[in-house]
C-alpha cells in the first residue's frame, strides 16, 4: 500500500518549452502541462476545464525532457506531489506545490499530430 501513498499520474499537454535550469549537482527541468477535463452543467451547457500543474525532473529524466520535448508535446507523467516554500527577491515568501517527476511517456513526437 506505501506505493500508493503520494502519487501522482497526468496526462496532458505541454504548455510552453522545457524550462531547464543547470546547478551544480545537475540539471532541473521545469514543466508546464495542462490537463482538460469537459463537462456539462446544470444548464446541459459544455464547459472546458483547463489545470495547469508545475512539473519537475532531475537527473537523467531531466536529459530526456530537455532533448525531446516542446510545447504542445502531448506526454504522461507520474511522480509524487511536493510542497516548498521560498522567500523572493523582495523578501515576500512564497508557497510551490509540483510534482516531482519519477517517470515521463512523451505519447506523440516531432511530426506526429496525435
Not at 546547478?23 to 521545469?30: A, H, I, R, Y
Not at 490537463?35 to 446541459?44: H, L, P, R, W
Request: net charge positive; proline share 1%.
Amino acid at each position: 500500500m506505501n506505493r500508493l501513498t503520494n502519487r501522482v499520474s497526468l496526462i496532458g499537454n505541454l504548455g510552453a518549452d522545457p524550462k531547464i535550469t543547470e546547478f551544480k549537482t545537475g540539471k532541473k527541468v521545469e514543466l508546464r502541462v495542462a490537463t482538460n477535463e469537459s463537462y456539462k452543467d446544470a444548464s446541459g451547457q459544455k464547459v472546458e476545464d483547463t489545470q495547469w500543474h508545475t512539473c519537475v525532473a532531475w537527473g537523467k529524466t531531466a536529459d530526456i525532457a530537455s532533448d525531446y520535448l516542446k510545447k504542445g508535446n502531448k506526454v504522461a507523467i507520474e511522480g509524487r506531489l511536493q510542497h516548498r516554500n521560498f522567500e523572493d527577491s523582495d523578501g515576500v515568501k512564497r508557497y510551490v506545490s509540483e510534482v516531482k517527476i519519477s517517470e515521463i511517456l512523451i505519447l506523440n513526437g516531432k511530426g506526429n499530430d496525435n
